[in-house]
């Protein structure tokens, strides 16, 4: 590297190793992003020094979590990576996490998706996955198709194959269009009554007409079919057959006649297993090393985390909303905090709660706070689906202090599940 490159790792360092003292942080972004500002072509010095090339995660669910997988699945096989663990994936993140493991082999970076023309280019990805385009953050996304057009736009600087989610018939168009090699995962079926409230994607991307649907897993995520031109699903090359869904706290899945158990929850959870195997493939894993591999993972960061009485479910859009409100259900939880914010890292806009089946908990909510700097908005979205709100609590660390004395779950986004961690876990923790 040039004495400049070298001048903005060690000052970068510095800083992020300051950040860490200071109890602000995890240091990863705010390293790669002094770094960065000081010379932008540290980038690129620094990816060159990484032999086996990188697997670049994309989508709106399942970034951090598809990562983690992989990069266990890696971990299994001695091989050494880099990986932005903390979710940091803007150009900050990316480049604190390489600076951070100056030796690795392989990379396994999740990449912001109105961000990756900054970031992918740079890596030319031997791997990417898509896993799901979904309403998230109107402020900053717009609406799906822009983040549609983001994925197709990075997918021209992949010197390998695409990883696709089957079941989203919009990042099937586009993966048809890219002109690179695909190889499809989905499930072969899911609950018996989907959500179809939050979907977004549900018209052909080839002639425009409505697509039919004979299954919906989640939002437009499903088994699908054009009457108008013939066009429909792929099958997958990797299924997905859940065997077990328990809530938030385990999942058994079926993959190429191989069982899966985790301790998470969640239809994502599928979802990213059979990314994860499809992606091992590409780089010659086969689907038993995987599953091996896999075996009793644990949820990562607020997806699905169990601390102390509390289940930390993350919530950052409709999608997701219903996801965690079905996991809710299906463990039985009568005590729920509920905490939304509206910072950057959130999204400014919180009308998607309005899309949120709220409605389902009626059933099981006995007793329910919630909090945060949009409290109100929430008391009254739960109003109108008819579930009685018990405190309005703004600060997250006393609402927790009314429900942690027994089991209860914690439906969040993202900055107030950081708070909420940070407290259940007496420690400091911020923004990566």
């Known amino acids: 590297m040039s004495l400049r490159q070298i001048v903005a790792a060690r000052t970068g360092r510095l800083v992020g190793a300051a950040s860490r003292l200071t109890g602000f942080g995890a240091g990863e972004a705010v390293t790669g992003k002094l770094a960065h500002a000081i010379d932008p072509t540290l980038l690129s010095a620094l990816a060159s020094r990484v032999p086996e090339g990188f697997v670049v995660v994309m989508g709106t669910n399942g970034k951090t979590s598809t990562a983690a997988m992989l990069t266990r699945v890696l971990n299994a096989q001695r091989r ?62 717009f609406e799906t198709d822009i983040v549609i057009r983001h994925l ?19 990042l099937v168009g586009a993966a048809e269009r890219s002109g690179k090699p695909v190889v499809y995962y989905g499930l072969t079926h899911a609950r018996d009554e989907g959500s179809a409230l939050a979907a977004d ?30 066009w429909k699903r792929p099958e997958p090359d990797v299924a997905v057959e859940p065997v077990e869904l328990r809530g938030a706290q385990r999942i058994t899945v079926r993959v190429c006649e191989v069982d899966v158990t985790l301790q998470t929850g969640g239809l994502g959870a599928a979802y990213n297993v059979g990314a994860t195997v499809a992606a091992a493939r590409q780089l010659g894993i086969d689907e038993h090393a995987t599953a091996k591999a896999l075996e009793g993972m644990t949820a990562v960061f607020g997806r699905g985390e169990t601390i102390g009485n509390g289940v930390l479910l993350l919530m950052k859009n409709p999608a997701g909303g219903n996801e965690g409100v079905m996991q809710v259900l299906e463990d039985g939880y009568s005590r729920i905090l509920v905490a939304i914010n509206d910072r950057h890292a959130d999204g400014l806009d919180v009308s ?22 949009r409290a109100q908005d929430m008391a009254v979205r739960l109003k109108y689906a008819g579930i009685a709100v018990d405190v309005i609590e703004p600060d997250i660390k006393r609402a927790l202090d009314l429900v942690r004395a027994e089991p209860f779950a914690f439906l969040a986004t993202y900055t107030a599940m950081l708070d909420a961690r940070a407290s259940l876990k007496g420690k400091s923790e911020r923004l990566a």
């Not at 549900?202 to 031109?229: E, I, K, M």
């Not at 998607?352 to 009626?362: G, H």
Request: proline share 5%; hydrophobic share 40%; charged share 20%.
């Open 152 to 170: 197709e736009n990075a997918a021209v600087s992949v010197r390998g194959s695409l990883v696709v989610n089957a079941d989203d018939p919009g």
């Open 80 to 141: 050494n990576v880099v990986t932005n663990a903390t979710g940091a994936n803007l150009v900050g993140g990316v480049v604190g996490a390489l600076i951070k493991h100056p030796h690795a082999e392989i990379g396994i970076l999740e990449v912001d998706e109105a961000a990756a023309r900054s970031i992918v280019p740079t890596l030319e990805p031997r791997v990417m996955i898509w896993t799901n385009v979904l309403r998230d953050q109107l402020d900053r996304y």
């Open 201 to 230: 994607s549900a018209n052909c991307p080839r002639c425009g007409a409505p697509l039919r649907y004979d299954a919906r897993y989640l939002g437009h995520l499903g088994r699908y079919a054009c009457d108008g031109c013939g």
């Open 352 to 373: 998607w709660l309005w899309d949120v089946e709220f409605e389902r908990l009626k059933t099981t909510a006995r007793y329910v706070v919630v909090s945060g700097d």
